[in-house]
């Protein structure tokens, strides 16, 4: 019969299309790390973005900082100042900036000098001067400065000559050095941007950036992948791989799939639920750290009836902090307490926290009025977090807590950009999110999250401002003495259980996943993931 | 004179009767009947058969394997999801969602179909044209298409989806009735009752929806397979049913999360959504055939 | 024949015209702002908004509205994308060869399959091959697609390791997108490795694939068929018989032929279930097609995306069927008007 022959010769070229699998996984294979990211970054500038994604996706790639954190005992090494002096009352620092570092050459820009003071001037003006010509551009917000009040407390900058910057602070901040080092305060090129300038096209300074860092940005296509390729003139001279690529991929299963098929070779944030397979097998490599972080539940304290603390007691007594650990982090994280993990050095053991206890929540929502029924939404942010890597099963797991006391939830969840639009917003009740520590400093975590100058610029999900807050934390600032700082710090505590604009629920362990071809990755105490000096052997 | 009839002795099977011998005869359409038959009983009285609450977590017992695997339990037939809730319990509500809502959504788009398609059946000329080729247009529409356009309007959920899907399966109703009625119409029977001084509606419903019937189920069955998989298909892609009602497509997508830890969360439901879909296949092709069957002797 | 192209034309016309209209009602029923789901610009202040309002003709009547909606159309000006600020014409010419090129390797693997296959099954009917194959096609008819790619990924890509789950081709080809189609791009590129580029463009393929064709197999497989047998219990076959000629001359000059020609009408209606199934397995797969951006784009809510994407799909399935439609009608002119059967 013929047509069976013609069948037989299908099947028989079906075979061997796939007979000839596995091209060699060699030589070629070999030259270009690929990294599986989680998410669209806003952007290549991380001055314009506290997101994680945006800072991964650029601040130790494309660009250097002045000042960077050692990677193994987090303290502060010279980057692109190779030193730096502090005057005696901690209001001026100076700056000496390394010779010859290059910026990229890329087809859209040929730097005709190398970094120098007229560029560590150029970026910190930007987000400092609101006068300044590119500070408008791209939003003309600095998330990060602004949540710090950084940019009123430098006084003035000046330069004192080509490769010598002077800053001069009108307040003492003893963070001040630490904050210099976080992945957000990158050294753009002035001249790239003085050339934009003149082409009117100032938005491409962020969108495609030119930076002194080891990679140099190549290009980028939404929900797909990011291309980079070394900088062969980077000032470190690091033995990289020759091609960067990342390959963005939001489900955190399929990352780990590719993972495991080799098509990723390091992951963002593998699932807690996953850690156990990425041990179990043997190609694979799992660091852990533990994580400067806190996953919260905070509530919009500008919308009735959460701006009542009663109310917010309640609801945190309705909960069973304990369980969403383990349902949701599966013991890769510990209870929070405030708002310092155990790895800060003001972290105070003996903080009060609210425990579980329905019947109390319960009567706290009589006493303030709220009748069995009343609804409220919790928002869940999309993406997974080392400090909250799964939101909507952490929300569907208090939307059950929250219905023995007698409150409907309804769970509310967009994609990230939008999500964090409309929290800006405050169209929120309540909102599952958390944040990851910059710097090591706890100025870091109370500063952003919680005091009023932190509103506008979206790090502050409470919305709650408090006056006596903002001075505790201010007074903080004031003397470079441990002790006395920690001091101060528990009184801010226990304002905060007292106020509860947030419950405090995890601080998760830091885990990254890659595969042993990798060598020298390493992961950063603060901040994003590096692949200077990273490179991959077959 | 004796007393005897000469019909007595004969039945005169209906032609339903016969169809439903020729269906009996082929044993894999009466087991996909009886599978089906399953899936409608779990469909009907799912509360009553579930051991434990579909949305009911419970943070002792999570991602327990299934009753015969080495670690599970038989407290949990097919183990647990990654929030202690019962996957058996779950694929039942399951069912009982996916096959409720995909049923209810054909005999809706049946209706619209039966009633739009005899109108531009009897109606002629330009208008009923028109009709047909605007409809040839709507069918080529993907579903998801359909679905994604609808969800953008009005939001996500299950009925929601249920309208997308909806929308995409009329067309093919109405095709098909415009077809029947239009060669109907045509035949001796029917001008018979049209010369008695029918009108319309009596020709309708006295002459050519009897007939229709049968065509209608093949094409119903037919249509409920590829409901169930656009039901499951939108409520895996997250357009459809929202966590945490279960239904079949969305408790895969959630199961997708823990895949290699707990294989049974991706399995299962799958398994489920196919076999039902294997069973309505199965009966509609039994039927078909047995439809042929009794025409051709 | 000119008169039956003319009206396929004006069909064609309308339909576009029908789709078109929908696709700009689409931009007042979706929320928001009406000139932001148009443009995809959101303004910055209100002149911006004003010249933006002339451009669009938002103060005329929607007749006009349109009238001028269809020109931006038809030169290309098809907005921006919310999300990424791409023009999305740029953003479809990227998706829409993805998921034709896919699309058309599952039809190709379904014909190539799926005929022969029924055709033998169809010729020896009601015996033991025909119901292992019957049965076979039945149940790969009743998987669903993403179930089936779901299966696949777990076997091939993460048990025995020969197939990528993801993407058309390793990133590490530096492929630039001439035509979309990655395997024609593929010898347009530069600077890389052809063949190994090839080979691993191939292998990102198979799976895909394969989960799409099985479905189009089976359901090529039950028409092919129920076709033959139609043909087969037909006089002239019989008469054929009678005069002598062997098996082999009558299935390839009386069946096949007569078999073939009621398949492609049928063919049609496969095409939008194959892109449907194209769309859900290319999420899957991380396939950067048309189906995976509009996904995307409804995650995000980009409306002007959403607009856009649902009249090129649209506009691509409808296309497609009445070429297929057409060309029925032009090699079969006896028939007045094919029914759809179902599979």
């Known amino acids: 019969m013929n047509s069976l022959q013609f069948i037989l010769i299908c099947f028989i070229s079906l075979v061997a299309i796939s007979a000839c699998s596995q091209p060699p996984k060699e030589g070629f294979y070999q030259s270009g790390i690929m990294y599986c990211s989680e998410s669209n970054p806003a952007n290549f500038n991380p001055q314009l973005d506290t997101s994680s994604t945006t800072s991964d996706a650029s601040s130790h790639q494309i660009y250097d900082r002045l000042l960077d954190f050692d990677a193994d005992s987090g303290r502060i090494i010279p980057s692109l100042a190779s030193s730096w002096k502090v005057s005696d009352d901690g209001l001026t620092y100076t700056f000496q900036l390394r010779r010859n570092v290059p910026f990229h050459t890329t087809d859209y820009f040929t730097p005709s000098r190398p970094m120098n003071a007229d560029d560590v001037i150029f970026s910190l003006n930007r987000w400092r001067l609101p006068q300044h010509p590119f500070h408008q551009v791209s939003g003309g917000r600095y998330p990060y400065f602004e949540s710090l009040g950084l940019a009123d407390n430098i006084r003035q900058i000046e330069r004192i000559n080509g490769y010598r910057v002077k800053i001069t602070l009108s307040q003492r901040d003893s963070s001040f050095l630490a904050n210099l080092a976080t992945d957000f305060s990158v050294i753009l090129s002035f001249e790239y941007a003085e050339a934009l300038l003149r082409e009117a096209a100032p938005e491409r300074l962020d969108h495609y950036p030119i930076g002194t860092g080891p990679y140099k940005f190549e290009s980028y296509r939404k929900d797909h992948h990011i291309r980079y390729v070394t900088h062969t003139e980077h000032w470190k001279a690091l033995s990289q791989a020759p091609r960067l690529i990342y390959d963005i991929t939001p489900k955190s299963s399929l990352r780990l799939a590719k993972l495991i098929t080799g098509e990723c070779d390091a992951i963002a944030f593998p699932a807690q639920t996953e850690l156990d397979i990425i041990r179990d097998r043997e190609e694979l490599e799992l660091a852990k750290k533990p994580g400067l972080n806190i996953g919260f539940w905070a509530f919009n304290t500008r919308r009735p009836p959460f701006d009542n603390p009663d109310v917010r007691r309640a609801l945190a007594y309705a909960i069973d902090k304990n369980t969403l650990l383990e349902a949701v982090y599966f013991d890769s994280a510990t209870r929070a307490r405030s708002l310092l993990p155990a790895a800060s050095w003001a972290y105070q053991a003996d903080a009060e926290d609210t425990a579980y206890n329905p019947a109390v929540a319960r009567q706290l929502l009589k006493k303030a009025g709220i009748e069995p029924g009343f609804t409220m939404t919790i928002w869940a942010m999309p993406i997974e977090r080392a400090y909250n890597p799964n939101a909507a099963k952490m929300a569907e797991l208090m939307q059950r807590y929250l219905a023995d006391v007698g409150i409907v939830v309804n769970i509310v969840t967009y994609d990230w950009t939008t999500f964090r639009k409309h929290l800006r917003e405050g169209l929120h009740d309540s909102v599952l999110i958390g944040w990851s520590a910059d710097n090591g400093d706890p100025d870091n975590f109370y500063r952003p999250l919680l005091s009023c100058g932190a509103i506008p610029s979206g790090t502050n999900r409470a919305m709650w401002c408090n006056e006596k807050y903002d001075a505790l934390i201010n007074e903080a600032l004031q003397t470079e003495d441990l002790a006395k700082r920690k001091a101060i710090y528990q009184r801010v505590n226990n304002l905060l259980f007292d106020e509860l604009p947030l419950v405090p629920i995890a601080h998760a362990f830091r885990y990254r996943a890659y595969r042993k071809e990798l060598k020298g990755m390493q992961i950063n105490p603060y901040g994003g993931i590096r692949f200077g000096g990273v490179t991959k052997k077959l | ?297 | 024949m000119i008169r039956i192209l003319l009206r396929y034309i004006i069909l064609f016309v309308l339909t576009l015209l029908v789709l078109a209209g929908l696709s700009f009602s689409l931009a007042y029923l979706f929320p928001g702002d009406v000139l932001a789901n148009l443009t995809g610009i959101t303004a910055q202040n209100e002149m911006q908004r004003a010249a933006l309002a002339q451009q669009f003709h938002l103060d005329s009547g929607y007749i006009v509205q349109f009238y001028h909606y269809l020109k931006n159309l038809l030169t290309g000006n098809w907005g921006y994308s919310f999300i990424s600020g791409m023009p999305l014409s740029e953003e479809v010419r990227l998706a829409l060869p993805a998921t034709i090129e896919l699309a058309t390797y599952a039809m190709l693997l379904a014909i190539v399959i799926g005929i022969p296959v029924g055709c033998y099954a169809g010729l020896r009917s009601y015996t033991a091959a025909d119901y292992t194959i019957n049965s076979a096609s039945m149940i790969g008819y009743s998987f669903p697609v993403f179930w089936l790619a779901l299966l696949f990924i777990l076997m091939f890509s993460l048990e025995w390791n020969i197939a990528p789950l993801s993407g058309r081709i390793s990133l590490l080809f530096e492929v630039p997108p001439k035509t979309g189609f990655i395997l024609i791009d593929i010898l347009f590129a530069d600077n890389i490795n052809r063949l190994l580029a090839f080979r691993d463009a191939l292998h990102h393929l198979m799976l895909p694939t394969l989960a799409i064709s099985v479905i189009s197999i089976a359901s090529m497989v039950r028409i092919t068929r129920r076709s033959v047998i139609e043909v087969k219990n037909k006089p002239f076959v019989a008469a054929a018989r009678t005069r002598g000629l062997s098996q082999g001359q009558i299935f390839y000059r009386h069946i096949l032929r007569n078999a073939l020609l009621p398949i492609l009408p049928l063919m049609a209606i496969q095409i939008t279930t194959l892109i449907t199934n194209a769309m859900i397995v290319e999420t899957l797969f991380s396939w950067p097609g048309i189906g995976n951006w509009l996904i995307q784009a409804i995650y995000q809510r980009d409306y002007p995306a959403l607009r856009i994407g649902m009249l090129a799909v649209a506009f691509m399935v409808v296309t497609l069927t009445i070429l297929i439609d057409l060309f029925n009608r032009v090699i079969d002119p006896s028939r007045e008007k094919y029914e759809r059967v179902a599979v």
């Open chain 2, 1 to 297: 004179m004796s007393q005897f009839s000469l019909y007595e002795e004969e039945s005169h099977p209906t032609p339903l009767q016969r169809t439903w011998r020729e269906f009996r005869a082929s044993h894999i359409a009466f087991v996909g009947l009886v599978v089906l038959a399953v899936f409608f009983f779990f469909a009907l009285f799912a509360p009553l058969v579930v051991p434990y609450d579909p949305i009911q977590q419970n943070l002792n017992s999570l991602l327990i394997p299934p009753s015969w695997e080495r670690n599970g339990t038989i407290d949990h037939l097919f183990g647990t999801d990654a929030l202690g809730r019962d996957v058996f319990s779950r694929i039942i509500y399951g069912c009982r969602v996916t096959f409720g809502s995909s049923l209810l959504l054909v005999i809706i788009a049946m209706g619209l179909g039966v009633t739009i398609g005899t109108v531009a059946g009897m109606l002629s000329g330009v208008r009923s044209s028109v009709v047909n080729h605007l409809l040839d247009a709507l069918m080529a529409i993907p579903t998801l298409l359909i679905a994604i356009i609808i969800v953008a309007v009005v939001g996500t959920g299950l009925v929601n989806s249920m309208w997308a899907i909806t929308l995409a399966l009329t067309p093919q109703f109405i095709h098909y009735t415009r077809t029947f009625v239009r060669s109907e119409m045509k035949k001796e029977y029917v001008l018979a009752s049209r010369l008695d001084g029918a009108n319309a509606w009596q020709l309708f419903t006295h002459s050519i929806l009897p007939n229709m019937i049968e065509m209608l189920v093949v094409q119903g069955t037919l249509a409920l397979s590829i409901a169930i998989i656009d039901v499951s298909a939108l409520g895996f892609l997250n357009l459809g049913a929202q966590p945490p009602l279960p239904e079949l497509g969305a408790i895969l997508a959630d199961g997708l999360d823990v895949a290699y830890l707990a294989p049974w969360n991706v399995a299962l439901p799958g398994l489920s959504i196919f076999l039902m879909v294997l069973a309505i296949n199965i009966v509609g092709d039994g039927l078909r055939s047995a439809l042929r069957k009794r025409v051709s002797r």
